[in-house]
């Protein structure tokens, strides 16, 4: 059973970074598409950002596009969300998933199989 632990939330002012990270139990997410989710009080869990198990595709949600940065270690079995310049608004509980596929062209967490338990990010103005 494939397991993934995030760490590295916390609070941080406006316009400050945050680094999260999120690591799997198991080889076989080395093979697997990676990716992260956060779900705000009161809303609808969203897509962040996910890359494929080469890092060789990124992609990112518009609203944290430049800001954001996405990157795996298939060493370590680790992959991490580098948070810079943040906002109120990213104030959420962020979720690390893996989904047993090469592709990242879905951005429902319905598509993605396993998750973290999640880790929160308040982000203070």
């Known amino acids: 059973q494939v397991q993934l632990v995030e760490s590295g939330g916390g609070v941080a002012q406006d316009g400050g970074s945050l680094r999260l990270s999120c690591t799997a139990s198991?080889?076989?997410?080395?093979?697997?598409?990676m990716s992260w989710f956060r779900q705000a009080p009161g809303k609808e869990r969203e897509f962040v950002a996910a890359?494929?198990?080469?890092?060789?595709?990124?992609t990112y949600a518009d609203s944290v596009k430049d800001r954001f940065t996405i990157d795996k270690d298939n060493l370590s079995n680790t992959v991490t969300l580098q948070m810079n310049q943040l906002k109120p608004e990213d104030t959420a509980v962020y979720y690390c998933?893996?989904?047993?596929?090469?592709?990242?062209?879905?951005?429902?967490?319905?598509?993605?199989?396993?998750w973290g338990q999640g880790t929160q990010v308040t982000v203070s103005s």
């Open positions: 198991e080889r076989t997410t080395r093979n697997a598409a």
């Open positions: 998933a893996a989904r047993a596929s090469y592709y990242i062209d879905s951005r429902n967490s319905k598509d993605w199989g396993y």
């Open positions: 890359i494929t198990w080469n890092g060789h595709s990124i």
